[in-house]
């Protein structure tokens, strides 16, 4: 995290609030809500001061107050604690005032203002992720999310990809955070179901966006690797992140996504001739030996020279399952892109020889 010896860049504090820095600088300008220190007299340097400030205006437009009145509410602080007036001294009590007509009532003092109003609690307006020990992007990104600021997301998720690299991105703040957005939705009766959606739809967006054009496996010579979704799974952000760290190393893919029919994925491998199939498994109740043994038996070419795919059972949903013969089953991304390298190198090094189907021979 950037850091100078007057505080912190904009930049540095967007990702640990999950604000757009577009937008702090909004609330600079329209608000007021901005660094006391400015480098040079103009790059914004945050003290921590100015953050908590800006904590207090994330809180309370996340509770629904408006920015306006939020700005106005954060700048003033913390309202103080009424003060308690003081006992006057005991005395002789005075004596009683003759009788006479009722006085005309005098108006009360003009009463102090009353703090801004509170709304009630609601998801993401105070009650935090279950998170745990992660990087500090991961807390920005579930605070974007929760407040669904999409555009904060959005450039949150593009900024760490540019910066750690799609790997560490995926797996040390992407995955931790829709985790914990999930166990919060299940733990919470039916809230938060829009905070899922919303993070996972951006989630594709920001993989897509990394993984560019499909890479062609007619033009490099190398055979594709096929992505599917075991029948009856429907999550394939997983895959979707694979596609897009193969993509990287310029191997070819087919995505096939979620519940992919049986007879659906056999025609799919016997049109293309695979370096390896991947078949994902969210939950036990989905994952399918039978069928990843059916698909590692799957062969093509001339008679002498067969060859078959690479099966690669992925996935939490095949944890506990028997490994399937002929099948491998990697532990997370980073070994699963190594895996998958090794095999389409070594597909395309003997595909002339086994007689490798071509993918315009769709008959």
Known sequence: MTQSAHGLTTGAVARRLGVAPTTLRTWD??????????????HRRWTPGDIAVL???????????PPAEAARA????????????????????????????????????????????RPARRPGSGNGLPLGAVRQECRGLGRAAVRL??????????????????????????????????????????????VEHLLSWQVSSALRRAAGPPASGA??????????????????????ALAAGLAGLGLPTLMFGAAVPPDALDQAVRRTGPAAVVLWSQSRSTANPPLARHIAEVAWGVKGARARPAVLPAG????????????????????????????????????????????????
């Open 74 to 117: 954060a700048l003033a602080g913390p309202a103080p604690a009424p003060a308690t007036p003081a006992t006057p001294p005991a005395g002789p009590a005075p004596a009683a005032p003759p009788a006479r007509p009722a006085p005309a009532v005098v108006a009360a003092p003009p009463a102090a203002p009353e703090p801004l109003p």
């Open 219 to 240: 033009r490099t010579g190398v055979p594709p690797v096929l992505l599917a979704c075991v029948p009856g799974e429907q999550h394939t952000l997983a895959l979707e």
């Open 55 to 65: 904590h207090e205006m994330c809180r309370l437009t996340s509770s629904g107050i």
């Open 316 to 363: 939490p949903g095949w944890a506990g399952q028997p490994l399937v013969p002929g099948t491998l089953r990697p532990r997370g991304l980073r070994e699963a892109l190594a895996l998958l390298r090794g095999l389409c190198d070594t597909a395309a090094g003997s595909g002339a020889d086994t007689g490798r189907p071509a993918a315009a021979d769709q008959s």
């Open 29 to 42: 300008r329209r608000y007021g809500i901005g660094p006391a220190a400015r480098e040079d007299g103009r």
């Open 149 to 194: 600021d999409a555009w904060a997301v959005d450039e949150l998720l593009g900024a760490v990809i540019a910066q750690y690299g799609l790997v560490t991105a995926w797996e040390e703040v992407m995955a931790p955070t829709l985790h914990a957005v999930g166990r919060k939705w299940e733990t919470s009766g039916d809230r938060y179901v829009e």
